[in-house]
Nanobody, 121 residues
């Protein structure tokens, strides 16, 4: 059974940094792309960043230059380093996985339970 578990988020101030991690289990994630999404109340879940199994990355314009996605050596852990956080980054952040060799922004197969990140002004 595939399982994705995000680390705890938190409450930070604008300008601070925070790193999220996601531990994946249940299959060989070296053949999966991984991604991060976020959602605020009343809005659809939105793409944040993704990384292919080979390490190619892609970011939403809203986080480009501030967030960095990376994978652990074993490929079954994915990180999201968030710098220069803004109040508009406040959301529930979700880790996701999708089988394939490409870089993806949607149609992910597996999802974590989500973790709250709150950025105060």
């Amino acid at each position: 059974q595939v399982r994705l578990v995000e680390s705890r988020g938190g409450l930070v101030q604008a300008g601070d940094s925070l790193r999220l991690s996601c531990a994946a289990s249940g299959t060989t994630f070296s053949t999966y792309a991984m991604g991060w999404f976020r959602q605020t109340p009343g809005k659809e879940r939105e793409f944040v960043a993704s990384i292919s199994w080979s390490g190619v990355t892609y970011y939403a314009d809203s986080v480009k230059g501030r967030f960095t996605i990376s994978r652990g050596n074993a490929k079954n852990t994915v990180y999201l380093q968030m710098n220069s956080l803004k109040p508009e980054d406040t959301a529930v952040y979700y880790c996701a996985a999708r089988k394939g060799s490409g870089i993806y922004v949607d149609k992910f197969d597996y999802w974590g339970q989500g973790t709250q990140v709150t950025v105060s002004s």
